[in-house]
């Protein structure tokens, strides 16, 4: 396996206790089921002093399942960084689906967006450079959007507002679709003590999150540990 197919950005991501289980995975069932296209951007991004922020590569495994499970047209997703798993999605859609991308800035998506063109599917991507909820807000006033969506990925966003995408993308995503929040196990920080100042708001932040979506019965959720964890919510 070459190097560039191990890096330890990848690994990094992982909250099993062995990277060198993570790196199985990875290479056994995440790598070689990889799109070139995907494979390409992965390791440029690798080259980014930000790299971490990245989604995991078996994190966006599991969305392409989800993506096909809910039939998915129509997406939206909430960070985008070098746009790793929006190109997935818009790989996964059909011809004729829409994945609209919020982003504050566009310089990381400007990285990724040559492989992009590349791959063929920058005409699915709605890019929008602005923070999430005007977009939110705005989509929300044209009635025939609210349960027009089939999908949503929220990741780095404003983590703070979390709750406020939520409660939005309640009314954006149709019965039976989901949404997925990234990084919601914070590293594994939200049950670990010892970790150092700097990471205590971002624990706290989805702890608070954590415990909302536990109690939020609008939605059947699940908890998992790919990435930095991941929790799906699929609206009832």
């Known amino acids: 396996m070459a190097n560039d197919e191990a890096n330890a950005s990848d690994f990094s991501k992982g909250l099993l206790q062995s990277k060198e289980l993570y790196k199985y995975i990875l290479e056994t069932s995440v790598y070689p089921r990889e799109q070139d296209a995907l494979k390409e ?3 440029l991004t690798h080259n980014h002093a930000l790299a971490i922020m990245a989604a995991a590569p078996d994190v966006c495994q599991l969305i392409d399942m989800l993506l096909k499970l809910v039939n998915a047209r129509k997406t939206i997703e909430l960070g985008i960084f070098t746009g790793y798993s929006l190109l997935l999605t818009a790989l996964t859609l059909p011809e004729d689906g829409k994945a609209i991308a919020i982003n ?10 040559p492989v992009i063109k590349k791959a063929g599917v920058e005409d699915k991507i709605d890019f929008r450079k602005s923070e999430p909820l005007p977009v939110l807000d705005e989509l929300l006033n044209h009635k025939e959007n609210e ?19 939520h409660e939005r993308l309640m009314r954006l995503i149709k019965v039976c679709g989901i ?10 920080s939200v049950a670990d003590s010892s970790k150092p100042e700097g990471k205590i ?3 706290r932040i989805a702890h608070e999150l954590n415990k909302k979506l536990s109690a939020d019965k609008r ?13 799906m919510c699929k609206l009832k």
């Open 219 to 231: 939605v059947q959720i699940s908890q998992v540990a790919l990435g930095h964890g991941i929790t």
């Open 104 to 113: 504050v800035n566009r310089s990381s998506y400007e990285l990724g967006l």
């Open 201 to 203: 708001q971002g624990k």
């Open 41 to 43: 951007l992965r390791i």
């Open 179 to 188: 949404i997925v929040y990234d990084k919601t196990l914070w590293g594994g």
């Open 147 to 165: 349960g027009g969506f089939d999908f949503a990925f929220v990741d780095d966003a404003d983590k703070g507002s979390y709750w406020n995408y």
